[in-house]
Nanobody
Framework: QVQLVESGGRLVQAGGSLRLSCAAS????????MGWFRQAPGKEREFVAG????????YYADSVKGRFTISRDNANIAVYLQMNSLKPEDTAVYFC????????????????WGQGTQVTVSS
């Protein structure tokens, strides 16, 4: 069992930046491909970014490409989502998720999930 904990969400003005963190309670993230998803009120959960365990390749949704960066620290303790040039439409609860294998944009293919952290971008 992998318990994921996200942090870093808060209220920020449009154009601002935030860095979200995701760590596993009591263990490292070694061996897991990690993804960030988000869910806005009344909308389905959507893929934001992912980073592969085996080669470190990163993948992004078109809506965040060039503005968000996913990374993981060398000790595989945490995964980060650096969010720049934030827009009001980025407002959502952001979740990190883990799976074994390649990066997938399908939320159902991730086994472990955090509880989410709220990001609110004001205009």
């Amino acid at each position: 069992q992998v318990q994921l904990v996200e942090s870093g969400g808060r209220l920020v003005q449009a154009g601002g930046s935030l860095r979200l963190s995701c760590a596993a309670s009591g263990r490292t993230l070694s061996g897991y491909t990690m993804g960030w998803f988000r869910q806005a009120p009344g909308k389905e959960r959507e893929f934001v970014a992912g980073i592969s365990w085996n080669n470190g390749n990163t993948y992004y949704a078109d809506s965040v490409k060039g503005r968000f960066t996913i990374s993981r620290d060398n000790a595989n303790i945490a995964v980060y989502l650096q969010m720049n040039s934030l827009k009001p439409e980025d407002t959502a609860v952001y979740f990190c998720a883990a799976r074994v294998g390649f990066v997938s944009g399908v939320s159902a293919e991730y086994v472990y999930w955090g509880q989410g952290t709220q990001v609110t971008v004001s205009s």
